[in-house]
C-alpha cells in the first residue's frame, strides 16, 4: 500500500502541494508560538486554481501533529472534495468560509485564541497605539462583537461587515483572526497581532501611564511595513522559519 503522503502528493497538482506543506508549517509554528488551544482553532488556504477549495486542519490533531498530507480539502460549504479519514471542526468553517466567499484576496485566514488576544478582546478600548507593532494592526483592524461559538450561519454577513476589507479582526471575548494573500503573509500578521497584544497586556498590568503613538504615525503603517521588508511581506522571513521547523522536526512535510 502507498505511504499516506505519496497517496496524497500523488492526487494534487505541485501547486497544492507546496500550499499543503505552508499550511503544515503554518499550523506547526503556532503552535511552537503557544497560540493553539489544544484542537480547537483552525488556519484554513485556498487551493490554487479556479476552484473554490480550501485546506483546513483535521478536527482532533493537534497543531504539532498537522502534516501536508493530513490536511483535509473542502468546498465553501465544508463538504469534502478528496477522500480523508478525517472529519472538520464545523465551528471552525463557519468563519473560514464566511471570510473566504467575501474575500477573493483571502486566501488564508488565521484564526487563535491565544490568550494575550483573548485578554485584550475583552477590554472595551480593543487595542491601544501604545507599541510599534500596534501601530500595523491599527491601520487596519476590524472587531466583531461575540455571539458565541460559530456554529450560527446567520453570523457570517455580520462577520464579513465588520471585517470589511481589513487585514487584522478581534473577535471580541474570543480571539484574532488575520486574512492575508498568503500563508507567509497571514502568519506574519498574526505574529504581529498576538505581539502587540502581549505588549498591552504587560504594559497595563505595569499600572503606570501610558504613551500613545501620534495617530499621523499609524495612516503610514502600511507604507512602512512595505519599505521594512522590501515589499516582500511574510516571505521575507518565511525562509528562515521553514528551516527553524526543519531543525525541531521537519514531520510537517510529510
Same mark, same amino acid.
Given at each position: 500500500?502507498?505511504?499516506?503522503? *505519496?497517496?496524497?502528493?500523488? $492526487? ?6 507546496? $500550499?499543503? =506543506? ?6 506547526? /509554528? ?41 490536511? =483535509? ?36 485566514? /488565521? ?7 483573548? &485578554?485584550?478582546?475583552? *477590554?472595551?478600548?480593543?487595542? /491601544?497605539?501604545?507599541?510599534? *507593532? ?14 458565541? =461559538? ?49 505588549? *498591552? ?23 512602512? =511595513?512595505? $519599505? ?6 511574510? &516571505? /521575507? ?18
Amino acid at each position: 500500500m502507498m505511504p499516506a503522503t *505519496q497517496a496524497v502528493r500523488s $492526487q494534487v497538482s505541485a501547486e497544492e502541494w507546496q $500550499q499543503r =506543506v505552508d499550511l503544515a508549517a503554518c499550523y506547526r /509554528l503556532v503552535a511552537l508560538h503557544g497560540w493553539d488551544d489544544l484542537v480547537f482553532t483552525h488556519i484554513s488556504a485556498r487551493v490554487p486554481g479556479p476552484e473554490h477549495h480550501f485546506l483546513i486542519n483535521p478536527y482532533g490533531m493537534t497543531f504539532d501533529e498537522i502534516t501536508a498530507s493530513s490536511l =483535509v480539502k473542502v468546498d465553501l460549504d465544508g463538504r469534502k472534495v478528496m477522500d480523508s479519514p478525517y472529519e472538520i471542526n464545523p465551528a471552525g468553517f463557519t468563519i473560514h468560509s464566511a471570510v473566504h466567499a467575501a474575500r477573493e484576496d483571502a486566501k488564508c485566514v /488565521l484564526h487563535v485564541h491565544s490568550v494575550n488576544g483573548v &485578554a485584550v478582546s475583552a *477590554q472595551k478600548q480593543g487595542v /491601544l497605539p501604545i507599541s510599534q *507593532q500596534s501601530i500595523f494592526v491599527l491601520s487596519s483592524l476590524g472587531y466583531h462583537a461575540y455571539e458565541g =461559538v460559530a456554529l450560527n450561519p446567520e453570523e457570517k454577513p455580520r462577520l464579513v461587515a465588520d471585517l470589511g476589507d481589513k487585514s487584522f479582526l478581534m473577535l471580541r471575548n474570543h480571539g484574532l483572526l488575520t486574512v492575508a494573500a498568503t500563508v507567509p503573509d497571514a502568519f506574519l500578521l498574526m505574529y504581529v497581532f498576538e505581539a502587540t497584544c502581549m505588549i *498591552q497586556v504587560r504594559a497595563m498590568a505595569g499600572g503606570a501611564a501610558l504613551i500613545p503613538i501620534d495617530p499621523r504615525i499609524i495612516s503610514g503603517a502600511q507604507a512602512m =511595513v512595505q $519599505q521594512v521588508t522590501g515589499s516582500l511581506g511574510g &516571505a /521575507l522571513a518565511w525562509p528562515a522559519l521553514l528551516r527553524k521547523l526543519d531543525r525541531v522536526d521537519p514531520g510537517f512535510r510529510n
